[in-house]
């Protein structure tokens, strides 16, 4: 039997996947189960065609392959020939799907308001478009160009969520000390955003920053956010349904009292649940609850002084992984099996810190940074592996299989990405833009992953008003 592209090989994101049979099978045998390609995140979409004159079994990608990702061949042990036998019983064979390769860098604004503290926020809409948000702008980028900006209503972007129907919303701030209100407003398709979703205020609080804007496939919406009130830091958290278009859809959600700033983590399943795990320095805690149904159900994972929570994990499925660092530097992770009850610890061979930033993809896959250390878990693993970059990084992304990809900026000019595929090493940075700029000048950016491994890259170099993108595809 003969396997194209041979194993080993390097293909283009359109290939196709063929093996060409010594005998003739039974085609009986030749169901969509007996032949299947996949990467470290599952099985990819694809159709299959069989030539009898050729004795070839072809299988078509429906959508474009994901860069750079290293992908599995397998033809089943029920494929057969004619007489009975068994043609491959089990045969697999890899090869990889080239990288993404920068284009070029284009003007995506000029003169853009900035107050010094606006991200730079990035997604990508259904039909392949990048979209662009920092301060009250936005942009969508086609083939030709940037489009005319969007201008946003009810203060700054602070976040930005996709949905897999294309619907766009962006979490607005109109200050970031006392009586801080937020809002959101929702892209329409031609380009307009709605009049702002009021979602809440701190009140005589000041809020301290955004533990994260969460959203789901299916819409859902998560804010989670720090303010202080006197000397108390408290986590508030707010969400949304798919059908929340109009005021007042957005709930308040009942959060556990972490005395301990910085000590609750927030989560987001794909039917819209919402996961929370914080630690007292001595109880480790997990909370679950669906939004509009009565009831919090608790779990204490751990009892032991001077814990502190480095990760939290869930995904689509509503698998949940609670990840903690006892004194002593000892991390330990616990798991909940879409639903089931949490399984034991395991020790982890590496340190993850507490202070870690964490994004998890729909596969259940974590990745954490601080500073230039990185870490990294897949989604079916109970074990952590830790990485270093050479720079520290500008901002990270993490696509919907699993791949993180970290921008980096080194003086006086170069802006690269670093990539991270699953179960693989961190790559060589490669450049993709180089643009002057004062060496002292502030700089910011955002990236944004699509299904099939594309990235973009919205910069801002420096601080008189310049925004640039690069599609690495």
Do not use: K
């Not at 293909?11 to 032949?35: H, M, N, W």
């Not at 086609?142 to 930005?160: I, K, M, S, T, V």
């Not at 129907?165 to 979490?171: K, S, T």
């Not at 959060?255 to 609750?264: Q, V």
Request: net charge negative; hydrophobic share 40%; charged share 15%.
């Amino acid at each position: 039997m003969t396997q194209l592209p041979a194993p080993g090989d390097t293909v283009g994101v359109d290939s196709t996947v063929s093996v060409v049979f010594g005998a003739d099978p039974d085609p009986a045998t030749l169901s969509e189960a007996g032949f299947t390609v996949s990467d470290f995140a599952g099985t990819l979409p694809g159709v299959l065609d069989y030539d009898a004159g050729t004795r070839t079994w072809t299988w078509t990608p429906t959508r474009q392959l994901p860069r750079g990702a290293m992908l599995t061949a397998r033809i089943g042990r029920a494929v057969g020939t004619i007489d009975g036998a068994v043609v491959a019983d089990g045969f697999a064979w890899s090869f990889r799907v080239r990288a993404g390769e920068p284009g070029t860098t284009a003007t995506i604004a000029t003169n853009v308001p900035w107050n010094g503290s606006d991200p730079v926020l990035a997604a990508f809409l259904r039909d392949g478009r990048p979209l662009v948000a920092i301060g009250q702008l936005a942009w969508t980028v086609g083939q030709g160009g940037p489009d005319p900006a969007e201008p946003l209503l009810g203060g700054r972007a602070r976040g930005l969520c996709v949905d897999a129907a294309g619907n766009a919303v962006a979490l607005m701030s109109d200050s970031v000390g006392a009586h801080a209100a937020l809002q959101a407003v929702r892209r329409q398709e031609a380009g307009n955003w709605s009049q702002p979703e009021w979602i809440a205020d701190t009140g005589s609080a000041t809020l301290l920053d955004y533990g994260g804007f969460l959203g789901n496939d299916a819409g859902h919406l998560l804010v989670h956010q720090r303010v202080q009130a006197a000397s108390l830091v408290v986590d508030r958290a707010f969400w949304c349904a798919p059908s929340g278009a109009a005021p007042g859809t957005w709930q308040a959600l009942p959060l556990p009292d972490s005395r301990l700033a910085y000590e609750l983590r927030a989560g987001l399943d794909g039917f819209g649940r919402v996961v929370t795990l914080h630690s007292d320095g001595t109880y480790v805690i997990v909370q679950q609850q669906e939004p509009g149904l009565l009831g919090v159900r608790e779990n204490v994972l751990a009892q032991v002084p001077g814990t502190r929570i480095a990760g939290l994990g869930v995904d689509d499925g509503g698998t949940i992984r609670a990840v903690w660092t006892e004194i002593g530097q000892v991390t330990r992770q616990r798991r909940s099996v879409s639903g089931l009850a949490f399984g034991p610890e395991t020790t982890q061979p590496i340190v993850v810190p507490s202070n870690v930033r964490t994004l998890t993809a729909p596969t259940g896959a974590m990745r954490a940074w601080r500073d230039r250390d990185v870490y990294r878990s897949e989604g079916a693993s109970d074990v952590w592996v830790a990485g270093e970059l050479e720079q520290l990084p500008v901002a990270l992304a993490l696509s919907p299989r699993g791949e993180a990809a970290m921008l980096i900026f080194e003086l006086p000019d170069v802006w690269s990405l670093v990539r991270w595929q699953p179960n693989e090493g961190l790559t060589a940075p490669i450049q993709i833009a180089a643009v002057p700029s004062p060496v002292s000048a502030p700089r910011d950016g955002g990236l944004a992953f699509d299904a099939v491994g594309r990235v973009y890259v919205a910069f801002r170099p420096d601080s008189s008003g310049e925004l640039y993108g690069v599609l690495v595809e």
